[in-house]
């Protein structure tokens, strides 16, 4: 089974440790008698152990930096917020389809930020800014931030600072199910608690390194029992022999398992994430997993212009309509009152 992670390598920022966080962490990795090593940023890591690139690749992902947060200029984050809060960069998932290979380019190790209050301080400024509109912050954006979490707490610490704030709203999703200590977060009904779930064939030949199904809905059983609002990501929905069972099997298990829980199932919620990619993220998915059952051919895909002059390759209007009614009728099927927020 699974083992919850533990960095092989720790690297810290002097600067870090001026902060209450910094101190906690350093101490907690020494303790635990991993190597600590000193960096002068966190955006530039140097020295990662490998003999090669698919060396340096593994054990910068067994590897966490420990640094502040410079930027605090928060990205956008259409569809699932209005913005993306920073709490974490990384992630130790080897997920052959995951955006991640690319937008972290030649830095996949994992960075953990310590000015929470620098963080939280900024979150105010957009909370301010908008209200009386609401604001919601995704934590998950450029990590899979619940699968660190055990080591940080700073995203219970993001649960319960949101918790207190009359116009802020949080949320993240993750493929972990790690999620006891975030159980009894004073979240206050403020924070939008969500997992990633695929068709098993996705989830056996292109999500190694995660938790599987049964874990993730178990974890999510135990989320909904604290009270948190909660959904469902289904992401990446990927085109497969036999798709429309494989999906089929995954909503009938979800439906099976969440029965006996008593919960409110007008407040759960699906997040429809069709497959797509970019042609850099192709390259480096090629390199990096070689093997993989993932299929990216241009021929078959439809080009859609995206921010930066990226355009992504999705599927065809004609399939994604298909993926999209297939996809809902099950939602509708399994679990009639939730709401899906979005087909992407
Ligand atoms: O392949 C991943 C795709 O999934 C991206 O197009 C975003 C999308 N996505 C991911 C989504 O629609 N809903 C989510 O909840 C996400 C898990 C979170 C998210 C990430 C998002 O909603 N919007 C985003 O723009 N991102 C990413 O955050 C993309 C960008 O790299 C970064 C900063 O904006
Ligand atoms: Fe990427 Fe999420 Fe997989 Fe981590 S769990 S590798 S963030 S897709």
Redesign the pocket.
């Known amino acids: 089974m699974i083992k919850p992670f533990i960095p092989e390598l720790v690297y810290i920022e002097p600067r870090a440790l001026e902060f209450e966080q910094g101190k906690i962490l350093h101490d907690k990795f020494s303790e635990m008698g991993i190597e600590i090593r000193e960096t002068t940023s966190h955006n530039q890591v140097r020295g990662i152990p490998g003999a090669n690139e698919f060396q340096k690749y593994k054990n910068a992902k067994n590897t966490l930096a420990i640094g502040v947060r410079k930027t605090l200029e928060f990205?956008?984050?259409?569809?699932?917020?209005e913005y993306?809060i920073p709490l974490a960069t990384g992630c130790m998932g080897h997920c052959h389809?995951c955006?991640l290979q690319t937008?972290l380019g030649s830095k996949p190790y994992i960075r953990t930020y310590v000015n929470l209050e620098e963080i939280f301080d900024q979150a105010k400024k957009y909370m301010d800014e908008r209200k009386p509109e609401l604001t919601r912050f995704?934590a998950?954006?450029?990590s899979d931030i619940v699968g660190i979490d055990h080591l940080t707490h700073s995203l219970k610490k993001a649960v319960e600072y949101i918790g207190q704030q009359k116009y802020g709203r949080l949320r993240f999703?993750t493929k972990y199910h790690y999620v006891d200590h975030l159980l009894d977060a004073e979240h206050n009904g403020h924070t939008r608690f969500r997992f990633s779930i695929n068709a098993d064939f996705v989830i056996k030949y292109m999500e190694p390194g995660t938790s599987p199904l049964d874990l993730r809905i178990e974890a999510a059983k135990k989320v909904l029992a604290a009270g948190y609002p909660s959904g469902f990501?289904v992401?990446?929905i990927y085109v497969h022999d036999g798709w429309e069972e494989g999906y089929y099997q995954m909503f009938q298990k979800l439906h099976d398992q969440l029965k006996d829980v008593d919960y409110d199932e007008e407040n759960l919620t699906f997040?429809l994430?069709q497959h797509?990619f970019t042609k850099p993220a192709k390259r480096v998915i090629e390199q990096r997993y070689p093997k993989s059952k993932l299929e990216m051919n241009e021929e078959e895909r439809k080009y859609k212009w995206g921010r930066y002059g990226i355009g992504k390759y999705v599927y065809p209007t004609e399939t994604q309509d298909k993926l999209k009614d297939t996809i809902s009728a099950y939602t509708k099927e399994f679990f009639p009152d939730s709401t899906i927020s979005?087909f992407?």
Do not use: L, N, W
Not at 75 to 81: E, G, I, W
């Open positions: 990205d956008t984050s259409k569809p699932s917020a993306a389809y955006y937008t995704e998950a954006c450029t999703v990501i992401a990446p997040e994430i797509r979005y992407t």
